[in-house]
């Protein structure tokens, strides 16, 4: 069972305003992602860490940063939102020791910028 | 072209049924190809993953890959009422992800 979480779960905000999306993993997995998924869309995949201090952009251009001080934390900032920042942005983990290394998703969370 | 197709659907299907769900990709590099199944409102939840050609069984769920077709299926018996979903293939080479679009499945009771 997975244990990655994301809060907030839903939020809905004024343009401008900062916003710090939170991704938490209990499963001391090494790689963790942000991607960005819109109905009716693929998954697009934003940043990715592939352990403490090593982030690295996405396929998907974002003005969103990310940070990894702490294996289990990766959390995604964004400095002024837009509403072309309106979407879902989900966190996932994985372990390089595992064979294929398969991801394991949080629930999401669901942006909205006014 | 996009690396991998898949049709999103929606596919509704009576409970009992057997759901056949399929991508096709154009990457040979691809090295494992995964299925996952998203509720809404939820994140995605792995179903099933495979590196080889052939067939995977998981209790309902058939994973089969064939690599000289580039084309994978997803097959769920018996269907429930549960299985309602959006089911996502998804590729990696290099351990990143290649997401399909997703279809939506309902089983109907």
């Known amino acids: 069972e997975a244990d990655i979480y994301q809060t907030p779960r839903y939020l809905v905000i004024g343009t401008g305003k900062k916003i710090t999306l939170e991704c938490s993993q209990t499963?001391?997995?090494?790689?963790m992602y942000w991607y960005q998924q819109d109905p009716g869309m693929e998954l697009h995949l934003i940043h990715y860490s592939y352990g403490v201090n090593s982030t690295e952009k996405g396929d998907l251009s974002s003005e969103s940063t990310v940070s990894r001080i702490r294996t289990e934390h990766f959390p995604l900032t964004l400095e002024s939102a837009r509403p072309s920042h309106t979407s879902q942005y989900l966190c996932a983990s994985s372990d390089s020791g595992a064979r294929g290394q398969p991801q394991h998703f949080g629930d999401g969370t669901r942006l909205s910028i006014l | 072209q996009k690396e991998v197709e898949q049709d999103p659907g929606p596919l509704s299907v009576p409970e009992g049924a057997i759901v056949s769900l399929n991508c096709t990709y154009s990457n040979s590099a691809f090295q494992y190809f995964m299925w996952y199944r998203q509720y809404s409102r939820k994140g995605p939840e792995l179903l099933m993953y495979?590196?080889?050609?052939g067939n995977k069984e998981d209790g309902r769920f058939t994973a089969q890959v064939d690599k000289s077709s580039k084309y994978i299926s997803l097959f769920i018996r018996d269907s429930q009422p549960s299985d309602s979903a959006t089911y996502l293939c998804?590729?990696?080479?290099?351990?990143?992800?290649?997401f399909g679009k997703g279809t939506l499945l309902t089983v109907n009771p």
């Open positions: 499963m001391g997995h090494d790689k």
């Open positions: 998804a590729m990696s080479k290099n351990y990143k992800l290649t």
């Open positions: 495979t590196y080889s050609s």
